[in-house]
Structures are given as structure tokens and as C-alpha cells.
């Protein structure tokens, strides 16, 4: 059974919690005006967790054909044979309960709302078969991240999570379709729709860029709504700054840094906004 957790954790890139967690809390901090207690921060990090671990498993067993067939995810245990069918259903399943569970423990309004989380999750799998705005779809199911943390402590979806869900969901939106990159011929000959299929590498990333520059004022005004101090302002000019070297690591005749702009650079903006908050508050 321990090894195939691990293998499901390789599966679902558990490390990669790292984008959506910090958000979470930021929501959680925010709703709190500081430290929530242990009961809602535990609870907010295995809802993210489970939904996050959902929606990746979800993804992997509705994209299994495609994956067999692209020569970039072989290695996926479900395309080696590491974990069967059943397991993966099983563990799927399982992270869709422990989501519920956890927002019930939150309050009722949490707990209601958590099938449409769980819709939107498991609808990104799908949406790449009908159109090129999969990417948003993506970016909603991290955007919920904020809104969550904060329905964990104030049972109310408030302007200022609204703002950072929306912030959160054009960065990802504008990551993911730079990821995409790296499956425009495949997606376009397999008739899959994504940005990059359907107007190419050099319209993708202008578009990618625009996303990025929503991200940074939809952050910008969740910060001047709740009244963030200097600290968290001072974030997003580095956070800014780390956008813009995202995107000159990428040109549309060398996407050879693609995953170190995905990974190494996303995963410190994200924990750089969470340090910002924490640091505003130490301040105050």
C-alpha cells in the first residue's frame, strides 16, 4: 500500500502543491487579519491537498489514451503500468471524499459548494477536447484556492478573494498555456485544442503575456482592498520583475526553459505573495 502512495504522489506531483497552498493561506490570513488557529489552517491544507490530488488524478485517467500516445508522458505511471486502473480510481475517489470531509468540518457554505469545486476540477481534463480556453478553466480550479482559504474562516465569498481567485486564475492560465507549448504539434495533429494548436507559439505567448499582466493588477487591488501594508506591495514589484524574466526565457525558437519557467519560477511567486502577507502582518 506505501508504495502505491508513492507512486500515486508521483502521479498527481504532490510537490506541486506548492502552487495553490500558499494561496490558500493567504486567503485563510487574510479572512483571519493574522493567525486562524490550527483547526482552520489544517483543514484548508487537506481540502487543497485533496482537491488538488482529485483534480491531477482525474486528469491522468481522462487523458490516459492521449498520454499513451504523447511521447512526452510516457513515464506517467499510469502509461507504465505502476498503478492500475482500479487503484487510481480507488485513490481518486478517496482524495474526492477527504475533500468533502474537510469542508464539512469547515462550515456549511464550504461544504456546498464543494461538487462545484470538484466539477471544475475534473472538468479541465476535458475541457482540451473542446476548446482552446482550457487553459482558463485550469486557472479557475487554482483560483478557488484563495476563495477557500478564506470561506474557512469567514463563511462568505468577499470582494478581496474574489480578486485574488481572479489574479490566481490568469497566472495560471498564463503559465499553463506557456506549459502548452510543448504539445503544439501533438495537440494540433491529435486535434486537441489549446492556445498554442489553434493560433500557434508566437500569438500564445503575446496572449500568455496579457494574462500575466491581469495577474499583476488583479493582485495590486486584492492588496489595496484589505488594506495590505508595504511589505506585500513591495512583493509584487519582485513578483512583477519575475514575470517579465518568465517570459524572457521563452521565445517562440527555444522553449528549451519552459519547465524552469513553469516550475522554479511559479513556485516562488506563489510563496512569495503567502511571505508578503505573513511579513505585512508581523509589521502591523
Aim: glycine fraction near 8%; aromatic fraction near 10%; charge should be neutral.
Amino acid at each position: 500500500m506505501s508504495s502505491q502512495l508513492a507512486v500515486f504522489a508521483r502521479m498527481v506531483k504532490i510537490e506541486h502543491s506548492v502552487f495553490a497552498l500558499p494561496f490558500a493561506y493567504t486567503g485563510m490570513v487574510w479572512a483571519a487579519d493574522g493567525w486562524p488557529g490550527l483547526r482552520p489552517f489544517l483543514l484548508v491544507t487537506v481540502a487543497m491537498v485533496a482537491v488538488r490530488s482529485f483534480a491531477m488524478a482525474f486528469n491522468r485517467l481522462a487523458d490516459l489514451d492521449i498520454d499513451r500516445r504523447n511521447p512526452r508522458t510516457q513515464n506517467r505511471p499510469l502509461v507504465t503500468g505502476e498503478m492500475s486502473l482500479r487503484a487510481a480510481w480507488g485513490l481518486t475517489a478517496g482524495a474526492a471524499v477527504l475533500f468533502v470531509l474537510a469542508c464539512a468540518a469547515m462550515n456549511p457554505l464550504a461544504l456546498k459548494l464543494s461538487p462545484v469545486a470538484l466539477g471544475i476540477a475534473a472538468g479541465y481534463s476535458l475541457m482540451k477536447r473542446f476548446t482552446w480556453l482550457c487553459h482558463f478553466v485550469l486557472g479557475m480550479t487554482l483560483g478557488l484556492a484563495p476563495l477557500g482559504g478564506w470561506m474557512a474562516v469567514i463563511p462568505e465569498i468577499s470582494p478581496t478573494g474574489v480578486l485574488l481567485a481572479l489574479g490566481v486564475t490568469f497566472w495560471v492560465a498564463g503559465f499553463d498555456i506557456l506549459y502548452a507549448l510543448q504539445d503544439e504539434e501533438f495537440d494540433r495533429a491529435q486535434g486537441l485544442h489549446s492556445l498554442p494548436s489553434r493560433f500557434g507559439v508566437a500569438t500564445s505567448l503575446t496572449l500568455s503575456s496579457f494574462c500575466h499582466v491581469n495577474t499583476a493588477v488583479f493582485f495590486l487591488v486584492a492588496g489595496w482592498s484589505t488594506g495590505a501594508g508595504w511589505a506585500y506591495f513591495a512583493a509584487m514589484a519582485v513578483i512583477g520583475l519575475i514575470l517579465v524574466a518568465e517570459h524572457l526565457l521563452i521565445k517562440p525558437d527555444d522553449l528549451s526553459r519552459v519547465n524552469m519557467a513553469f516550475f522554479t519560477l511559479n513556485g516562488i511567486i506563489a510563496l512569495a505573495v503567502l511571505g508578503a502577507v505573513i511579513l505585512d502582518l508581523l509589521l502591523a
